[in-house]
C-alpha cells in the first residue's frame, strides 16, 4: 500500500529512512506547538484551543502535503504571519482576532483561487527579487523585535522610543543563555536545536523558582473557544483589504520559496528543473491555511525546517505523513506548553530572525534602485510594527526609484498596479 501511494521505489528511499526522516523534521519545528500559543494568546485567544489548533493544522495540512502532492513537506503556523497577526492586526489596529481569523482565511481562499486558476507564476515571477528578500529579512527583524521586547531587552522610552531594559535581570539573562543555546547547538548541527533550547531555559526556570509545574501529560484542551469563530463579513472591510494582501502575499512566497527549495536540495526537481505537482502543493498549503482558521489560528505554511528531513533522505509524502502523526500525538502534551514562558521562546524568535534576515546578503548592494527599496521594507516592518505597511511602502519605494532614474524597463505591470493600490491606500483609506 504504501509502495503504491507514495512510490517508494521510484523515488529511491525506504520505509525506515522515510520514518527518520519525518522524525527529523518533526523535531526541527516543533518548537511552533508552544510559540504560536504564547504569541497568539496575547490577543486575548484561549491558549489552550490554539495550542489544540495549532497541533490539528499542523496535522491537516502537512497529511494533505503528503498524501495528495507526495511531498517531504511539513506545515505549520507560520512565524512571523502569527505575530503580525497577534500583534499589528489586533494590537495596534484594533481588530478583533475574530476578524483577523477571517482575514486569514480570506488570504488562503485567494491563495486557492491563484492555484487553481495558474495566476500564482505570473505574480511570483514579477516581484522583483530585492523585494522577496527585503520582505524576509523584515519579517526577521519585526520577530527579533517582538523576541527582545518578550524578554525584557528592548523597551519603551518616552524619549527615544525604545530604550534598553534590565539586562541583568533572571529574565534576559535566562534569554541569552537560551540565544547562544540554541546558535551552538545548530552550529554543531544537532535536530532539534531550538526545542532544547526552549526546554532547557523552561527547566532551568522550573528549578530556579520561576514556573510551575502543571504536569506533564492530559486530554486536549477544547477547541470551542476558537472553533469557527472566525469573522469572515468582518474582514471583508476595506480597510482590511491590505492586511488580507499581506497575509497572502507572504505566504505566497513562504510556499514557494520552500518548495522550491526543498526539491533542489532533495532532487525532486524534473528534467526541465520545475517542480512536479506543483499546483496540488501550493493547493495544499491553502487549503491548510484555510483550515487553520477555521480552526483558531494563523496562516498555515510549509517550512523550510522540511528540508533537514530531506538531508536525512526523506523523498516522498510518507515524510510528511510521519510528521503529521506526530503533531497529532502532541495534543496531549498542552501541560508542557502551557508551562513555558515566554522568556523561553523568545531565544526561538531571535534565532528564526537571524535565518531570515540571511537573505540581504542577495541583494545587489551596488544598484541603489534595488537596494533601497529592500531596505526600507526590511526597516518598515519593525518600525511601523507592520508586515503589510512594510510591504507596501516597499513597492512604492521600488516603483518611484525606478521611476526618477529613468530605468523603465525595470518595472512591470503588477508592481506598477500593486505601487498605485498602496499609493491610494495611504491617500485616502488611512487619511480618513
Known sequence: MLERLFKLEAHGTTVRREVVAGLTTFLTMAYIIVVNPGILSATGMDFGAVFVATCLAATIGTLI????????????????????????????MGYSWQVALGAVFMSGFLFFLLSIFRIREWIINSIPHSLRFGISAGIGFFLALIALKNAGIVVDNPATLVGLGDIVSAQSLLFFGGFLLICGLSYRGVTGAVMIGIIAITLVAFLAGMVEYKGFVSAPPSLMPTLLQLDIGGALNIGL???IFAFL??????TSGTLIGAAQRGGLLDQNGKLPRLGRALMSDSIATMSGAALGTSTTTSYIESTAGISAGGRTGLTAVVVAVLFLACLVLSPIASMIPAYATAPALLYVAVLMASGLKLIDWDDITDAAPAVVTALMMPLTFSIANGIALGFITYALLKIVSGRWSHLNASVLVIALVFILKFLFLDAA
Not at 65 to 92: E, H, K
Request: hydrophobic letters at 60%.
Open 249 to 254: 502575499f507572504v505566504d505566497l512566497f513562504d
Open 241 to 243: 483589504l491590505s492586511i
Open 65 to 92: 502535503m503528503g498524501v495528495w502532492a507526495n511531498y517531504p513537506i511539513a506545515l505549520a503556523p507560520g512565524m512571523g504571519l502569527n505575530a503580525f497577526f497577534a500583534f499589528t492586526v489586533v494590537g495596534s
